[in-house]
């Protein structure tokens, strides 16, 4: 499906990996994209060639989202740019190990402020863009927050705390703005996995075939279309929220 005239759509995180993807997906529906990195360095510059490349209307804005004041001022220059957007997905997100032995505070704060603070900061000051369009907000989770293990605590804490924010803020928003969450399983290698170690689990889920990335970007897309859907967590998983694993698998591989 093409879209006529579409306005555009803001993914964070969107220039490498399970991004990259989502914004390409959404070009191929005909989205104009804005795509945000930490900062526009080379390798941003590189997936904004690429996207264009392909035919995509695509332009790139830098903002590190630990800091409300660099959240500000991207927000000023998307809605100076735009008066509509017809999508939001809060796709970036801090993805660092620890537990409760490990924990502090800084890493409690850490998680908060880019995986929650963050993708509420940016609904905040882009809502008026978003009501002009009747558009849709989409942030991504983690499975784990159906059947959660005991490792990446402030990690997991956050996306907890971001899937009850859907609910406040698809009945906040509504009838203007639609908010829903998608809830991926193990998608890419994390950092602390080889390609060996994570081609090893990927598909030991019920379904027998792990999550990919164009899994996750079709869903977003379901939901861009999804005129009707409001207040709602799609997990894509293969059915790895049913596995009652007590270890995260990126630190011990199940056996």
Known sequence: ??????????????????????????????????????????????????????????ELVACDLADPDSITKMIAQVTHRHDRLAGLINNA???????????????????????????????????????AAKGCVVNILDHNIENPNIDFLSYKLSRFAMAGGIRILARALAPDIR??????????????????????????????????????????CYFMTALAVTGQIMFVDGGERFLARLRDVSIIPPT
């Open 93 to 131: 997100g801090l993805f660092e190990a620890d537990n409760l032995e490990s924990f502090t505070p800084e890493s409690f704060l850490k998680h908060q402020a880019v995986n929650v603070q963050a993708p509420i900061l940016l609904i905040q000051g882009l809502q008026q863009q978003l009501a």
């Open 179 to 220: 908010v829903n969450g998608i809830a991926p399983g193990l998608t890419l290698p994390s950092p602390l996995q080889t390609l060996d170690e994570f081609g090893a689990i990927h598909g030991k889920v019920p379904l027998g075939r792990g999550s990919d990335p164009q899994d996750i970007a079709n869903a977003i």
């Open 1 to 58: 499906m093409t879209l006529a005239a579409p306005f555009p759509v803001l993914v964070t995180g969107a220039t490498k990996r399970l991004g990259f993807e989502i914004a390409r997906a959404l070009g191929v529906l005909g989205y104009p994209l804005i795509i945000h990195a930490r900062r526009d360095d080379h390798s941003s510059l590189d997936a904004l060639d690429k996207l264009q490349a392909l035919g995509f209307q695509a």
